[in-house]
């Protein structure tokens, strides 16, 4: 029950590359990235931008452009806002312009929302236009490729 068992040589420790046990899918090498956090009691006085997660419980009077935003309760932005996702619980002066945003029922938004998909929750505030993103319209296939109308052209030529 308590027998001694011999030790099997010490291996080596794999490669980032080698170490993925889920079924060969790639992945960037090192720990995913940790939200920043603007604390409550903190005042920034400028633009932010990153390309990873922010969480703000401070005051930002600047422009911010990060890959993801979580306004919390206290956060508190003066200037426009450019994300791929944002949730507001806090209060936003200014633009926004983000694929997601979500407005719970304690934000307070005073500016243009520019998005693919916005959620307001009942209790929030918004004042402002909300605008869809206008995607491209697709090439069109009735030109030809010297940019000239073949409706115009003469027939039989």
Same mark, same amino acid.
């Given at each position: 029950m308590f027998s001694r068992q011999t030790k099997a040589p010490a291996r080596p420790?794999?490669?980032?590359?080698?170490?993925?046990?889920?079924?060969? %899918?790639?992945?960037?090498?090192?720990?995913?990235?940790?939200?920043?956090?603007?604390? +409550?009691?903190?005042?920034?006085?400028?633009? *932010?931008?990153?390309?990873?997660?922010?969480?703000?419980?401070?005051?930002?009077?600047?422009? #911010?452009? *990060? +890959?993801?935003? %979580? #306004?919390?309760?206290?956060g508190h932005i003066e200037g426009a806002v450019q994300c791929e996702a944002v949730i507001v619980r806090g209060r936003i002066i200014g633009s926004v312009t983000a694929k997601q945003v979500q407005l719970f029922p304690t934000a307070h938004v005073d500016g243009d929302v520019t998005h693919e998909q916005l959620v307001i929750e009942a209790g929030a505030y918004f004042q402002g236009r909300s605008l869809k993103f206008q995607r491209p319209p697709p090439p069109s296939i009735a030109g030809s490729a010297d940019g000239s109308d073949p409706a115009s052209q003469p027939v039989g030529s």
């Open positions: 420790p794999l490669g980032p590359a080698l170490a993925d046990h889920g079924g060969g %899918s790639a992945r960037k090498p090192g720990p995913p990235k940790a939200a920043s956090i603007i604390a +409550a009691d903190v005042t920034i006085e400028g633009d *932010v931008s990153g390309d990873g997660e922010l969480q703000l419980d401070g005051l930002i009077r600047g422009d #911010v452009r *990060v +890959a993801r935003l %979580s #306004v919390g309760e206290t």
